[in-house]
């Protein structure tokens, strides 16, 4: 079977398409689908698979497969005839600001630490990233810093295959060693790397790089982060809770770490008081 045509690689924003089936089958107990060429993007690189219909059908997994990416369907689509697909654009927008949020980070803490990004992927709430080196909280804080400066100053996020003569002239980030066509995406001016994601356009559209964990990692740091919408999340459901204990200990937002402190102090005490009365 011919290769997949990958309109998500030219035009991320594709989130409506036409294309004819190739093949619907049964395979591993699913029903798939394969097109001579689609915007769904397939699992793979650290991003999630895309989910959407095609025609009356939902689609609920994609991978990719010697070059052939197959859609997991849940009704066949009829081989030879065309169909329309369409993309859960909210979730794929999501992945697009997740992706390009990672690498202005990543980008911002190798230039500053040297730091190197040997793990990523995103899940539903958040994305993680393991860096090679630990990192403190300062440098943490200066990473996310630079790198919500690149996001207010929007700038453009490119994707291209230089040929091998510019790409072996050219210095770029890589978890492993490639060969053939290597597509590289460069996000404004933080970073520069190996990448098969889709990406926003510009860095303004990641809205916020916003680190909400991190932890040792074998030698290194493992990182979560937020960005965009699920940053805006993240804060809600942090604001609630917050908002939550300070009616809980009669005490305003901000004061809620002392006033957690004498609770604390006080059960320490009550305790102790009730060590000695027995």
Not at 76 to 102: K, L, N, S, Y
Not at 147 to 156: S, Y
Not at 174 to 194: F, M, Q, W, Y
Request: glycine share 10%.
């Amino acid at each position: 079977m011919e290769k997949t045509e990958r309109l998500y690689e030219r035009d991320a924003y594709c989130a409506s398409f036409c294309s004819t089936v190739l093949a619907c089958e049964e395979h591993g107990g699913v029903l798939r689908a394969a097109l001579a060429a689609t915007a769904f993007y397939p699992e793979g690189g650290g991003q999630p698979a895309d989910r959407g219909a095609l025609g009356g059908a939902r689609v609920v997994d994609v991978h990719e497969e010697d070059g052939v990416i197959w859609h997991t369907v849940t009704a066949p689509v009829r081989v030879g005839e065309t169909v329309q697909g369409d993309i859960d654009w909210t979730r794929r927008f999501a992945h697009m600001q997740q992706h390009t949020g990672e690498h202005i980070l990543s980008g911002v803490a190798h230039e500053q630490f040297g730091c190197e990004n040997v793990g990523f992927g995103i899940g539903e709430d958040s994305v993680r990233i393991d860096f090679s080196l630990p990192m403190t909280d300062e440098m943490l804080a200066l990473a996310e810093e630079l790198a919500n400066g690149i996001v207010q100053r929007n700038e453009p996020v490119t994707a291209e295959w230089p040929d091998p003569v510019r790409l072996s002239h050219l210095s770029y980030r890589s978890k492993k060693a490639l060969e053939g066509p290597v597509r590289i995406v460069t996000a404004g001016s933080a970073d520069v790397c190996a990448c098969c994601g889709t990406h926003v356009a510009r860095t303004g559209e990641v809205g916020l790089v916003k680190i909400t964990s991190a932890q040792s990692y074998k030698g290194g740091t493992c990182v979560t982060i937020a960005c965009g919408m699920r940053a805006l999340e993240d804060y809600r459901r942090r604001h609630d809770a917050v908002h939550e204990i300070s009616v809980l200990l009669s005490a305003k937002p901000d004061e809620t770490p002392a006033a957690v402190r004498r609770v604390l102090d006080e059960n320490a005490a009550l305790h102790a008081q009730l060590a000695a009365a027995e």
